[in-house]
């Protein structure tokens, strides 16, 4: 392999990797707040116990996402210097403010959250809480802000030799090393024409991979027998935060699936295999590429997608045939993890309100029924499926964009470092494969010791400061009138 592709493998291998863990951090972030706002408002210590286990269990996907997250930034420099020094101004900016105004946020009320419960009142902690949640939060709005540039550039101007050039200028061959993107609007920048779809998108993703984290390991717990009360109750609040992630999940994918459709059309011509530019076409449901011949082969709705694209099945959608064959993205990886995105997202709602039912009918928490426990199973591998889908979902976005690594700009084989050979890449490919499958490795572990010892449900109300004490004391009170 070239030091192109070998390039591309490893940037995604290590951002594939690193985004396990955000995900669930802002998703177990909505999670706290959601507990430790029940706890002060009612003061049932089970709530309070709910809190501080799945604290320690954000504690360690946090730590996990800092430590594969730096790498990234490594890489601009070592493999993508070319792109880093024509994007340094748009990418040095939106990665300055996700510093300052997202990761400080986040990291200084983390150790507050972590080790306060019993040196602050609940107030501050709370607050706490409610901070590294935002923080986590806003993290992701300017990551995702800066990977929409790349998907859908606007605000900025393309300075080449020390001028600004017209609009529309677009450098060619050994032009880029002396081209460079410079902002002239920050927000048209930020809140480019991507932004809001994909972040609306990323984040509910991310809502729905805590929420199942939580629900996975609540529905072990009942299937064992074990911290009943504690499960029952996480599970109830997983379960709410999932119905409804599942839901606007499927809203927020629509609503990108048409901004994909204005500002991409090439991309949404291979997500949906259609080679040839027709009105009546057809939407996928499961089926094969065959690019050879130009066809796909499965399942298919006729006027479907027509019918979103333009609210009519006659609409027109552009085909592949009407772009070059070298703008053309790989079309059977688009088409295939698009709609295993799509299918695990149409199963995680039917998982989610399956258990709203049954919560409904009073049946949830029937283990004597096989129906029952059979859905318990699902519920414990029902982790894995936000994970999959969010990295499928990741990989439709980026092998999308291809041949572009600036969509329209700058192709992706113009970023590359001069100086960097195959080998090179190579060797240090098979160096962060070691590293992060003993970064995984520890991540079980740790993982899988905090569900076996499960939460401290010993600790009381009388283990806690005077401030604790009386909060529970005086909502109890309260409780009772």
Not at 189 to 207: K, Q, Y
Not at 299 to 314: C, D, E, Q, W, Y
């Amino acid at each position: 392999m070239n030091v192109e592709i070998l390039s591309r493998v490893q940037f995604a291998f290590t951002i594939m990797f690193h985004y396990i863990y955000p995900p669930m951090s802002i998703g177990l972030g909505v999670i706290l707040v959601i507990m430790e706002g029940m706890w002060l408002k009612t003061g049932n210590i089970r709530y309070h116990n709910m809190a501080r286990y799945w604290t320690r269990v954000f504690g360690l996907t946090f730590a996990l996402g800092v430590a594969t997250g730096i790498v990234m930034e490594f890489e601009f420099g070592t493999n993508w210097a070319t792109y880093s020094r024509f994007v340094g101004d748009v990418f040095g900016s939106a990665l300055a403010a996700e510093g300052i105004f997202a990761f400080f946020l986040e990291s200084g009320f983390l150790a507050i959250l972590l080790f306060g419960w019993n040196r602050v009142g609940p107030k501050l902690h709370f607050f706490s809480t409610i901070m590294v949640c935002l923080g986590a939060h806003f993290s992701a709005v300017w990551i995702v802000a800066t990977n929409s540039w790349m998907q859908t550039p606007a605000g900025f101007s393309i300075e080449y030799d020390g001028k600004i050039m017209p609009p529309g200028f677009v450098p060619v061959g050994d032009q880029i090393l002396h081209a460079r993107a410079v902002i002239h609007d920050f927000w048209a920048m930020v809140i480019n024409h991507s932004t809001l779809d994909r972040l609306t998108h990323v984040l509910v993703g991310a809502w729905q991979a805590g929420a199942f984290l939580v629900i996975s390991i609540s529905a072990f717990y009942l299937l064992r027998g074990r911290h009943r009360e504690f499960a029952a109750s996480s599970l109830k609040v997983g379960l709410v935060v999932a119905a409804i992630a599942s839901l606007l999940q499927l809203a927020s994918g629509a609503k990108s699936a048409d901004g994909v459709t204005r500002n991409q059309p090439a991309k949404l011509a291979a997500m949906e295999g259609i080679f040839k530019t027709q009105g009546y076409a057809p939407m996928g449901i499961v089926g094969w590429v065959d690019v050879k011949n130009q066809t796909v082969r499965g399942l298919k709705i006729p006027g479907m997608l027509s019918m979103l694209v333009g609210r009519s099945p006659a609409t027109v959608v552009k085909g592949l045939d009407a772009f070059p064959r070298e703008d053309w993205p790989p079309v059977q990886p688009v088409f295939q993890c698009y709609h295993l995105m799509i299918g695990i997202g149409m199963a995680l709602i039917g998982i989610a309100w399956f258990g709203i039912f049954l919560w409904w009918r009073g049946r949830l928490f029937d283990l004597t029924a096989p129906m029952v426990r059979l859905y318990y199973g699902v519920l414990v591998l029902s982790v894995l499926g936000p994970q999959i889908a969010n990295q499928v979902g990741w990989m439709t976005a980026e092998i999308g964009r291809q041949p572009w690594i600036v969509y329209g700009i700058m192709r992706t084989s113009q970023g590359l470092s001069a100086v960097v050979t195959a080998n090179q890449v190579l060797a240090s490919l098979i160096m962060f494969t070691v590293i992060y499958a003993l970064l995984f490795a520890v991540f079980i572990y740790l993982l899988t010791r905090k569900i076996q010892k499960g939460p401290d449900e010993e600790e009381g109300g009388e283990a806690m400061p005077a401030s604790w004490a009386a909060v529970i004391a005086r909502r109890r009170k309260q409780a009772s009138y």
